[in-house]
């Protein structure tokens, strides 16, 4: 049990771990995917969701039914996408109606929110006007490169329509002039191209469209510069339509949206409790002291095949001690947190990607942002806190009650590490004291859901986990 005085370091180093910054995510995520997830991965299981009414990936519709252009239906079939999601059914009809209404979009990693927005503006497009009809900003310059990648597949039977990515490293000579009809690019470029050298003209903007629009409101000098770009295109083309996609909107980011830029828009938003991902198991598992719980988590490693798991822990000293003892059980893991050196991370999660580690252990530091794909299940060894509620390092120590600071927006985010694409994933979350039970179930509730306990020694329902389709 943790004392006044560890509680409050605890929280100190927490404090200090934060995450990543977005130059190093980007850098880590390129070296993570070399092709494109959002169309070449897990398919078999998306087809199979897309009959279940309780799957973000349901729907009744079909493409046809959008009235879509034949080139587009044609690419939707020929990349794997048999049937539009839930998001894609609620969005596309809603962003192609006339005259045209801004939206602000909300809906779960993997569920189709890029193929939504691009689907769309490539049917507004007019390929015989050669100037900028849309322009896409996202926050990272992989995540850039990545809609640029399936905007150029989802208009593959559509070459005479013009994309180009607006990045760091792309060379426009003073007095260029670009009269491609889609941009897609990050904040700091389109706002030099679009506000200050006119590289990128305006007259004919019919959609603007703001992806991750959560981080790019939280870094100050994103936020201004983003901030430039939408005033402009407000300014100069009063028509052009607004879209802003997450998979997370908090109540502030949601204000601001809609009080500095979209007065009168449509919110098209998953319920948090639908944000737990209904593909991902969640079990709990009780344990008596943390002697305990490291037997259960070798109990679980020794009953669930060997594939790729992701453990969160609370700090590097956390992390460096699960690393020594799981390395002398005979697994191979990697590590990642905040005291390691950028290239030390890379290296790491580097080879985790491809499969020379089976287990990455980390801080929340990889809990946000990184897009490790192939991972089917997350350990959570200590749970989700949020020490920004903590304004009394003795509160964390009661039990009763609320206790007020289970962080559900990291829980969402670590969990969905797993389930990506549609694949089904399993979070175990571990149990070691009264408070670290009573913060799951507080989880729990806020997300409405049911997670199955299984106690640590019970080898039969573990296996019956190994059985699963992860």
């Known amino acids: 049990m943790y004392t006044t005085a560890s509680a409050r370091n605890l929280a100190q180093e927490q404090a200090a771990e934060g995450e990543l910054?977005?130059?190093?995510?980007?850098?880590?995520?390129?070296?993570?995917?070399?092709?494109?997830?959002?169309?070449?991965?897990?398919?078999?299981?998306?087809?199979?969701?897309?009959?279940?009414?309780?799957?973000?990936?349901?729907?009744?519709?079909?493409?046809?039914?959008?009235?879509?252009k034949p080139e587009l239906i044609a690419a939707c079939y020929s990349n794997g996408f048999n049937q539009p999601s839930k998001i894609q059914t609620a969005c596309i009809?809603?962003?192609?109606?006339?005259?045209?209404?801004?939206?602000?979009?909300?809906?779960?990693?993997?569920?189709?929110?890029?193929?939504?927005?691009?689907?769309?503006?490539?049917?507004?497009?007019?390929?015989?006007?050669?100037?900028?009809?849309?322009?896409?900003?996202?926050?990272?310059?992989?995540?850039?490169?990545?809609i640029e990648a399936v905007a150029k597949k989802l208009a593959v039977h559509m070459p005479e329509v013009k994309i180009r990515c607006a990045v760091r490293g792309e060379i426009a000579p003073y007095g260029t002039v670009f009269n491609d009809h889609i941009f897609v690019g990050t904040p700091g470029t389109v706002e030099k191209w679009l506000t200050r050298f006119r590289t990128i003209r305006s007259e004919h903007l019919i959609c603007t469209v703001v992806d991750e629009a959560d981080d790019l409101f939280q870094l100050?000098?994103?936020?201004?510069?983003?901030?430039?770009?939408?005033?402009?295109?407000?300014?100069?083309?009063?028509?052009?339509?607004?879209?802003?996609?997450?998979?997370?909107?908090?109540?502030?980011?949601?204000?601001?949206?809609?009080?500095?830029?979209?007065?009168?828009?449509?919110?098209?938003?998953?319920?948090?409790?639908?944000?737990?991902?209904?593909?991902i198991k969640q079990i709990v598992i009780p344990c008596e002291s943390r002697e305990d719980k490291y037997q259960a988590l070798r109990n679980v490693y020794a009953t669930i095949s060997?594939?790729?798991s992701i453990i969160f822990a609370y700090t590097r000293a956390s992390v460096d001690w699960l690393a020594t003892q799981l390395r002398k059980d005979g697994r191979n893991v990697a590590t990642l947190h905040g005291n390691m050196t950028t290239e030390e991370r890379a290296q790491n999660v580097v080879k985790f990607a491809q499969g020379d580690y089976k287990v990455l252990i980390c801080t929340n530091v990889a809990s946000r942002g990184l897009d490790i794909p192939r991972v089917t299940i997350v350990v959570n060894?200590?749970?989700?806190?949020?020490?920004?509620?903590?304004?009394?390092?003795?509160?964390?120590?009661?039990?009763?009650?609320?206790?007020?600071?289970?962080?559900?927006?990291?829980?969402?985010?670590?969990?969905?590490?797993?389930?990506?694409?549609?694949?089904?994933?399993?979070?175990?979350?571990m149990v070691d004291s009264p408070i670290s039970g009573q913060l799951f179930?507080?989880?729990?509730?806020?997300?409405?859901?049911?997670?199955?306990?299984?106690?640590?020694?019970?080898?039969?329902?573990?296996?019956?986990?190994?059985?699963?389709?992860?």
């Open 93 to 146: 009809p809603l962003i192609l109606r006339a005259p045209s209404r801004d939206v602000i979009a909300q809906a779960q990693n993997g569920t189709g929110k890029t193929a939504t927005f691009l689907l769309a503006l490539l049917q507004r497009i007019d390929p015989t006007i050669e100037a900028p009809q849309g322009l896409i900003i996202a926050p990272t310059i992989e995540l850039a490169q990545q």
């Open 441 to 470: 179930r507080e989880i729990e509730e806020h997300f409405g859901t049911k997670m199955q306990v299984i106690e640590p020694n019970n080898y039969d329902a573990l296996f019956e986990l190994n059985d699963a389709p992860y």
């Open 220 to 279: 100050q000098n994103v936020k201004q510069n983003l901030t430039r770009i939408l005033d402009f295109v407000k300014k100069a083309k009063p028509d052009c339509q607004l879209l802003f996609f997450s998979a997370t909107f908090s109540d502030d980011d949601l204000a601001f949206i809609k009080n500095t830029f979209v007065p009168e828009t449509y919110f098209i938003t998953v319920h948090r409790s639908e944000l737990s991902l209904a593909n």
């Open 306 to 308: 060997n594939t790729a």
């Open 381 to 429: 060894y200590d749970p989700p806190v949020k020490y920004s509620a903590v304004t009394d390092p003795s509160a964390m120590l009661q039990t009763e009650g609320n206790l007020g600071y289970a962080d559900y927006d990291t829980y969402l985010h670590r969990i969905g590490r797993s389930g990506r694409f549609g694949r089904p994933g399993l979070a175990v979350n």
């Open 21 to 68: 910054d977005r130059s190093e995510i980007s850098l880590l995520n390129k070296l993570l995917n070399n092709e494109i997830n959002e169309i070449n991965e897990g398919q078999v299981e998306i087809r199979s969701q897309q009959s279940d009414p309780s799957s973000p990936l349901y729907s009744t519709e079909t493409f046809e039914s959008f009235q879509l």
